[in-house]
């Protein structure tokens, strides 16, 4: 159980591309599911919080305009990436909290974005 | 503030068993979490401690002190594929997770 999909695993867009990634909890139901960037051989970065049917809490330093987040069901939640730039490349990860552990985030296997 | 720290690198070898420390300092505590992620991958949960104590699941083990601010990862009959990160995260009062920055393992033969 306390399965989480991506989609997709990779993206290559050209700079000025909006890029949507879906993270889908598979047999559990989501309250909760949160967003984050990792560059190359650094920490976990949260991005932000989302909780279904609200506005995502975003950290600080994360442009929401930029980055929008929309959690529509308890199993789905998708980050857009719009107007995409090189320095957005990176490593997406997003992770779910919900079902029978419901204080364990359980990670999706992640979206490498790149953008030329 | 809120801090966690971990060694940022271990060494150890195959067969053997190494143990990952983890202090921490936060504003209210809900558990602590072990993660392992290897290079290229997402996180895979590994562990919750939520009372002190000794937690054991098959190789890996997790230890928690709450009145010490300290936990620890043991990983017993290291095998290569154990060569990862180790995250160690708490929940702190308002359930938001505080990451440390993780122990790079490198098992060698």
């Known amino acids: 159980g306390a399965v989480v999909s991506q989609h997709p695993s990779w993206v290559i867009c050209k700079s000025g591309t909006s890029v949507k990634i879906e993270c889908r909890s598979l047999?559990?139901?989501?309250?909760?599911m949160f967003w984050y960037r990792q560059f190359p051989k650094q920490s976990l970065m949260l991005m932000a919080t989302?909780?279904?049917?609200?506005?995502?809490?975003?950290e600080q330093g994360v442009e929401k305009d930029k980055f929008l987040i929309n959690h529509a069901s308890l199993t789905l939640s998708t980050l857009t990436v719009t107007s995409a730039h090189p320095e957005d490349s990176s490593f997406y990860i997003c992770s779910a909290r919900g079902g029978s552990r419901q204080e364990t985030q359980y990670f999706g296997p992640g979206t490498r974005l790149l953008v030329l | 503030g809120q801090n966690i720290d971990q060694p940022t690198e271990m060494t150890a070898t195959e067969g053997a068993i190494v143990q990952i420390n983890c202090t921490y300092q936060t504003s209210g505590f809900n558990g602590l979490f072990w993660y392992q992620q290897h290079a290229g991958e997402a996180p895979t949960f590994l562990s919750y401690?939520?009372l002190d104590g000794l937690e054991e699941k098959g190789r890996f083990s997790s230890f928690l002190s709450r009145s010490k601010g300290y936990s620890y990862l043991l990983l017993k009959e290291l095998q290569m594929k154990d060569s990862a990160s180790y995250l160690c995260?708490?929940?702190?009062?308002?359930?938001?997770?505080?990451w440390g920055a993780g122990t790079k393992l490198i098992i060698k033969p």
């Open positions: 047999d559990f139901q989501a309250t909760t």
């Open positions: 995260a708490v929940m702190d009062s308002n359930y938001q997770l505080i």
């Open positions: 401690n939520v």
């Open positions: 989302s909780n279904e049917g609200s506005k995502a809490t975003y």
